[in-house]
C-alpha cells in the first residue's frame, strides 16, 4: 500500500482562493462554517490539518466539491 501525504498548504490555498472568489472575508467565513476564524486561517495557510466535519462545513458554504479543493494534492 502507497504511502500518500496530504499537501495542506495546498488545500488551504484553495480554499482561500475560494473564499476570496466568493467576495467573503474570513470573519464571515467563519460565521457561515461556525469554525473559528484563527482555525480557519491556521488551515488556509496549511499550519492547521482539517478535519473531515471541517472540510465538509467548508465545501457546502463554499459550494465546491472535494475534487476542487483536492486536485493535484497527493504527491
Not at 472568489?21 to 482539517?50: A, C, Q, S
Not at 472540510?55 to 486536485?71: G, H, P, W
Request: a positive charge; glycine letters at 10%.
Amino acid at each position: 500500500m502507497k504511502d500518500y501525504k496530504i499537501d495542506y498548504v495546498g488545500i488551504g490555498s484553495r480554499i482561500r482562493e475560494k473564499r476570496v472568489e466568493r467576495k467573503m472575508t474570513l470573519e464571515e467565513f467563519g460565521d457561515r462554517t461556525g469554525l473559528p476564524m484563527n482555525f480557519l486561517r491556521g488551515i488556509e495557510t496549511g499550519r492547521v490539518k482539517i478535519n473531515m466535519d471541517g472540510f465538509i462545513r467548508i465545501m457546502d458554504v463554499l459550494q465546491v466539491s472535494a475534487d476542487e479543493l483536492l486536485r493535484d494534492n497527493f504527491w
